[in-house]
């Protein structure tokens, strides 16, 4: 790493609209920078009375106490701060993670004639969340409309989601996969029961009432590891199920512990749907962490889901969404030998690691 005391570091501001506590693709990405002779600076927002407080990072963070938490006055309040903020802050680069952070950062970056770098996590004009609210779905596709044909420099997650923007766009998305840093597990399994594991939002279509049905069914516990819009519905269909002793939920969990709940797991599950095209070309990072955890996975029958299973062998795809016959699957996988499993999550994760993907990320930024 450069020493500030050779030569100037080049500044890197990275924003993004969420409170930094459980993104781990904008701290890596932050963090290969800062290895890399970067000085960064990572932007994002302040929950009153929700939000816990940053643990110590290697890198300077800043947010934004906010009036507005959610909906159209949020991102018109968010983005506002944030322009001036990129605006009046010295920097060299700036990153964005996400259209809701896209606007500003593409002003600033013309009005200061600054590298702008543009990290797509998602489709993000194509979540559930839009497809019944077409006035707001517009607005965000504007903003698309506008930015994107302009932006040199930008990476996604997934080949599908850069084999559509390339399509609609012409533009040339790198693809920079959300997989975790090499290491090994360093946690035991001590319980003498059965431990399943979701990780992740918990919204509308993503499965978890899905997860839960099965559940009733399966002789384990499932631990659920966030929060998201329909977390009462779903605390609720526990309770009219009656299998509150086997589905448990952890709430929001800093993503510096969760691994550690995710190792001591026996199997990992993503059971996003089909309703969208932002969850069809989706590729998760909770996958990649469960099979870094060395834990199997059953996953959606979805295209980068399904090649992740057809070329590392490392789980199962959902056959069905019944769930009677979900929770076959899941006893089955439960009651495979874990040695068979084992030595293929080793090689997987060999492969699937952030090291490979920093290589590709910092070639965007030289």
């Not at 896209?102 to 998602?122: A, I, R």
């Not at 060999?350 to 965007?364: A, G, I, M, S, Y």
Request: charged share 25%; with cysteine; glycine share 2%.
């Amino acid at each position: 790493m450069y020493s500030s005391n050779q030569i100037k570091l080049k500044k890197v501001i990275l924003s993004v609209t969420n409170d930094l506590n459980t993104d781990q693709r904008v701290d890596k990405v932050a963090n290969s920078l800062l290895d890399n002779g970067f000085s960064v600076l990572l932007v994002g927002r302040k929950i009153r009375n929700w939000s816990s407080p940053l643990r110590s990072r290697a890198y300077d963070c800043h947010r934004f106490s906010l009036v507005f938490k959610k909906g159209f006055l949020f991102y018109l309040e968010f983005n506002i701060r944030l322009f001036f903020f990129l605006l009046f802050t010295k920097s060299d680069i700036l990153l964005s993670n996400d259209l809701d952070t896209l606007l500003p950062n593409f002003l600033v970056s013309k009005l200061k004639t600054k590298k702008l770098v543009y990290d797509s996590h998602e489709l993000f004009v194509e979540v559930p969340e839009l497809i019944h609210r077409p006035m707001v779905k517009r607005i965000w596709l504007w903003i698309e409309r506008f930015c994107l044909p302009r932006i040199k420099h930008a990476y996604t997650v997934s080949d599908s989601i850069a084999n559509y923007y390339r399509e609609k766009y012409n533009i040339n998305m790198l693809v920079v996969r959300n997989f975790p840093f090499f290491k090994k597990v360093d946690v035991e399994c001590n319980h003498n029961y059965k431990k399943i594991i979701y990780q992740g939002a918990v919204n509308k279509d993503r499965g978890v009432d899905l997860m839960i049905a099965s559940m009733k069914y399966v002789d384990a516990k499932l631990y659920i590891a966030g929060t998201g819009d329909v977390l009462d519905n779903m605390t609720n269909y526990v309770q009219k199920l009656n299998i509150h002793k086997k589905v448990i939920f952890l709430g929001q969990i800093p993503f510096q512990e969760l691994s550690k709940i995710t190792q001591s797991s026996d199997l990992g599950l993503s059971f996003e749907e089909d309703t969208c095209l932002a969850y069809r070309y989706s590729l998760p990072n909770k996958i990649f962490d469960y099979i870094h955890a060395e834990i199997p996975v059953l996953i959606s029958n979805l295209p980068e889901f399904t090649k992740i299973i057809q070329k590392y062998d490392v789980g199962m795809v959902l056959s069905s969404r019944v769930p009677k016959e979900v929770a076959s699957q899941i006893n089955t996988l439960l009651s495979m030998d874990k040695d068979s499993v084992s030595s293929k999550l080793k090689l997987a994760k060999k492969d699937l690691c952030w090291e490979n993907e920093e290589k590709k990320l910092l070639t965007l930024f030289m």
